[in-house]
């Protein structure tokens, strides 16, 4: 049975209507993809601030967005929305919405194709920002300046690898997991994105870590939206307290717990995984 995927973008925001024109032009307004049904979807809204009535019917939604702030460079990036703490830029205190892991791998994968030949960085981003929703979703974004959000050679890419993700995407084919630590865009998440079996979800960096309790650990995991039993940590990347405080929440919960570098040396023979 087909799913149906919402394709959707704020009409406020340049970037996410870049990459939906693109989208219309290849495809139209509504068309298939392998077993999935995409609908591009236009709210008056910016997206962070959203509800879920406007994906009644779907199973699944992509949105096409804008991405702001670091690194100051242009940029690919993905992330689930949600809030390890409190709402700041939309959604609920201390509430995920639901991962697509998977999805935001493919992304990743196919737009770093297309990056290098365009001047682009790629990233893998922590969960930030709204909404939270109870449908599974993915934010697929371009930035991080007005001249990004407007670039034709990067909406253009942007959507041809959404496009390209779609088809690819499919449950099961990696190994889904939760992230802790590092920096907002982490090298060594974006490494095991682009490189490993592993995709992840839902993933807190150091910025948020004072915040994440059992509760909190036990929500990514249920909210990552494919079974998820591994959970990578940066313990470079948190402070010995908070890394203390969740790698007992994750055992409690019966997660295997595996330290990034090792995944990166053992899958890609590096010794502290290289900055891209």
Known sequence: MSKRLALAYSKKDPAGSGMAREIKDMMGEEFEISDKRCEL?????????????????????????????????????AHVSGNFGRARYGGDHFKLSIAIPSLMKEYLISVSKRAGEI?????????????????PTAFLEIGCDE???????????????ILEAIESWEDGKFVAAVAFGGPHINDHFTRVELFTKFAIGHAVRKLDAEWVDREMVKQAISRNGEPTEVAIVDNKG???????????????????????????????GEEEGEEI
Do not use: C, Q
């Open 41 to 77: 979807i236009e709210v008056d809204r910016e997206m962070l601030y959203v509800s879920g009535s406007h994906f009644e019917g779907f199973d699944y939604l992509a949105v096409l967005s804008r991405h702001s702030g670091t690194p100051n460079h242009p940029i690919f990036t």
């Open 119 to 135: 001047g682009y960085w790629v990233g893998f981003e922590p969960t930030h920002h709204g909404p939270t929703l109870d449908i």
């Open 147 to 161: 001249t990004a959000w407007r670039d034709e050679r990067g909406l253009r890419a942007a959507a041809e690898s």
């Open 238 to 268: 948190l402070k010995g307290e908070d890394r203390e405080r969740i790698e007992e929440a994750l055992r409690d919960l019966g997660l295997e717990i595996i330290r990034v570098r090792k995944i990166l040396r053992d899958e890609l």
